[in-house]
């Protein structure tokens, strides 16, 4: 088998067997090749010792040197070159606590998790493939190199990377592989959030985000987001549902366009229904406020998975109003877009279709219909350029504090100002605003006159 290595992993092979030196390209970059996907990077593993690596190349970077791995730096780009190693015993069940360095290509492939990632290749020597990773490319088949225990036994993470790959290359699990995830399943809780967090966005954004199931089935959720097995056996008895609450997740991902804060907010907009069940004297499910328990629950949960603070935002953001349905009148889907957000609108529409093709076929065309209709008052309301937040207002701040407006008051009377725009555009005109707050204003100094406290005062 021929692959076609870039000039640049070509010039690194090539220099180090010059220097009497073996080198491979391996892992993923050899498996995406056969598979005829674009690596996203290409790592070379050698016999020569890190040292030995500085030597042959002009500019190299120590980032993994205690565990033989050197960079080197060809222009703006770097390839990780490591030595052939051994790892020793992995005692926090994530990374080794020592490595030994070996001669032998064999056994650095032998320590790698899956038979497809643990494949080498140089034009020299061509496709170095020790333990069936081709056969099982061939089957669609992700396995454990060797035994699949000892492979979990040393990195506790390799759980998730097995159903990761499977979602990203449509692949299935090898049974015995299976079998072993779900006896380590629990050291998931030795890993650290930040790593879980990477494998399972890369779950959620590949091409099967339905394989999220088999982090339920295999005992995997129940570590890293046991909030989502309560939502599998949370059953929706109700003409709006076919699914338990975890299904209708499921299936509400794979309805969303691949975007990590869509594929987020489908992941978690519907885990408050658990606690905000209710079922009527007829035995319809009901669960109002789950939206705002859900959002309340998001929040919690991608502050334990260290999120950044954005995406945090705006999935929560998303959660919390992903039920709300105005009806495409003007007036009402200002009010939304105000609530929501322009910039987060049409990320909105689009987790409430989703929402809407995951349920049952009860009303589908009706309530599509109304997202559709939504759409188009939210594109003519932004061509018109229809005052939408407080920034747009014909007044501000300033205007209120010339009038004798202080401290928080200016922010009610705002908001009051732009509720009425909200309901007719043709108000936010400053000479109108600003004797509509001087009304509010006097309000609020009569309301706060004939307060009881006051009265005490």
């Not at 390799?158 to 090898?174: H, K, N, P």
């Not at 995830?181 to 091409?207: D, F, G, N, Q, Y």
């Not at 995406?311 to 039920?323: A, G, W």
């Amino acid at each position: 088998m021929k692959l076609k290595l870039p000039a640049k992993v070509s010039y690194i092979l090539d220099t180090l067997r010059r220097h009497g030196h073996e080198a491979y390209a391996v892992g993923g970059c050899v498996r995406d090749s056969i598979l005829a996907r674009e690596p996203d990077d290409w790592d070379i593993t050698t016999s020569a010792k890190p040292e030995e690596v500085k030597k042959c190349f002009r500019r190299t970077v120590d980032t993994g040197i205690l565990h033989g791995t050197v960079t080197v730096m060809l222009e703006e780009d770097g390839f990780e070159v490591t030595t052939f190693r051994i790892d020793g015993t992995y005692s926090d069940g994530r990374h080794p606590d020592e490595v030994r360095y070996t001669s032998r290509l064999s056994e650095d492939l032998m320590r790698r998790d899956f038979t497809v990632n643990a494949m080498a290749y140089n034009d020299e020597n061509g496709l170095i493939d020790l333990y069936g990773g081709m056969e099982d490319l061939q089957k669609k088949r992700i396995r454990c190199v060797g035994e699949a225990n000892e492979r979990f036994c040393e990195d506790a993470l390799r759980v998730m990377r097995a159903v990761r790959f499977a979602a990203q290359l449509g692949f299935s699990i090898d049974p015995e592989t299976r079998s072993a995830i779900t006896l380590h399943a629990e050291r998931l809780r030795m890993v650290s959030a930040e790593r879980i967090r990477t494998e399972l966005m890369k779950l959620i954004v590949s091409p099967h985000p339905e394989l999220f199931g088999e982090l339920f089935e295999l005992g995997i959720t129940r570590v890293i987001l046991p909030e989502f097995d309560e939502a599998m056996n949370t059953e929706q008895n109700t003409p709006h549902q076919m699914y338990t609450v975890g299904l209708h997740t499921i299936k509400s991902m794979c309805e969303v366009q691949n975007d990590r804060v869509l594929r987020l907010a489908m992941l978690l907009h519907d885990l408050g229904k658990p606690s905000m069940k209710q079922t009527d004297s007829r035995g319809t499910d009901h669960f109002s406020g789950h939206a705002e328990k859900g959002a309340m629950m998001a929040d919690g949960i991608l502050k334990r998975l260290k999120f950044d603070n954005d995406t945090r935002k705006r999935v929560v953001n998303l959660v919390r109003f992903h039920d709300m349905q105005p009806r495409p009148v003007d007036s009402e889907v200002r009010k939304a877009i105000s609530l929501i957000g322009k910039e987060s609108f049409e990320d909105y529409l689009a987790v409430q279709w989703a929402d809407i093709m995951a349920k049952s076929a009860y009303r589908r065309e009706e309530k599509l219909q109304r997202v559709n209709d939504v759409f188009r008052a939210y594109k003519e309301i932004l061509s018109r350029g229809d005052c939408l937040s407080i920034g747009e207002l014909a007044i501000d701040g300033t205007d209120l504090l010339q009038m004798g407006v202080r401290g928080p008051a200016i922010g009610e009377i705002l908001r009051d100002c732009l509720d009425e725009v909200l309901k007719d555009p043709e108000k936010n005109d400053y000479e109108y605003l600003l004797t509509l707050a001087g009304k509010y204003m006097k309000k609020m100094e009569a309301n706060e006159l004939s307060s009881p406290l006051r009265e005490r005062r």
